[in-house]
T-cell receptor, first 118, second 115 residues
Framework: AQKITQTQPGMFVQEKEAVTLDCTYD???????LFWYKQPSSGEMIFLIY??????QNATEGRYSLNFQKARKSANLVISASQLGDSAMYFC???????????????FGKGTLLTVNP | AAGVIQSPRHLIKEKRETATLKCYPI?????VYWYQQGPGQDPQFLIS???????DKGSIPDRFSAQQFSDYHSELNMSSLELGDSALYFC??????????????FGPGTRLTVL
């Protein structure tokens, strides 16, 4: 079974509008972390936001917020006030296990290609 | 702030040749991860090192090997290259003392093309 599922291969949004990118995950580990990365066409992987499984509040980082619904195992990324520079591939990723250790590879979803239209 | 450094950024090789990719983690980071991202694919975990010891292994072909040196830099060695090895190879580093997030910081990647 897929550990990370991103059901939207592509999304379009108008500049200055908000957009939600979906991510669901599957794990039996009670301790895990969820990450969102942005990958522009240049190829680098840019960290956006993190949510730990025990975090009580949804994470926010500037224009990015994470809609974390633990019971539904979803961790959707919300980008507010979209900008042309937000056009990129977005990956949801999961780290299984507590964050204090040293051996926690990331498992990625297939990604969502976001296009921001002027 | 210092970031993860990878070299070379681009590499072109012929089939059956060998390649060595280098990674210099962020200073004081104790864990290094290698990922392979094929064209149009998501990154796949290859191997990781903690304090210079291999800590986990993913879908890494036997033709590949890696190590982490005393200065914490890591090298991914790839032999008998195949066309399917053409990909973007990322190195990421993290610190176990990072407050529990274990956030991985990615390098810019090495784009390997096998002809």
């Amino acid at each position: 079974a897929q550990k990370i599922t991103q059901t939207q291969p592509g999304m379009f949004v108008q500049e200055k509008e908000a957009v939600t990118l979906d991510c669901t995950y599957d794990t039996s580990d009670p301790s895990y972390g969820l990450f969102w990365y942005k990958q522009p066409s240049s190829g680098e992987m840019i960290f956006l936001i993190y949510q730990g499984s025990y975090d009580q509040q949804n994470a926010t980082e500037g224009r990015y917020s994470l809609n974390f619904q633990k019971a539904r195992k979803s961790a959707n990324l919300v980008i507010s006030a979209s900008q042309l520079g937000d056009s990129a591939m977005y990956f949801c990723a999961m780290r299984e296990g507590g964050g204090g250790g040293s051996n926690y590879k990331l498992t990625f979803g297939k990604g969502t290609l976001l296009t921001v239209n002027p | 702030a210092a970031g993860v450094i990878q070299s070379p950024r681009h590499l072109i090789k012929e089939k059956r040749e060998t390649a060595t990719l280098k990674c210099y983690p962020i200073p004081r980071h104790d864990t290094v991860y290698w990922y392979q991202q094929g064209p149009g694919q998501d990154p796949q975990f290859l191997i990781s090192f903690y304090e210079k010891m291999q800590s986990d292994k993913g879908s890494i072909p036997d033709r590949f090997s890696a190590q982490q040196f005393s200065d914490y830099h890591s090298e991914l060695n790839m032999s008998s290259l195949e066309l399917g090895d053409s990909a973007l190879y990322f190195c990421a580093s993290s610190s176990t003392g990072a407050g529990g997030r274990n956030e991985q910081f990615f390098g810019p990647g090495t784009r390997l093309t096998v002809l």
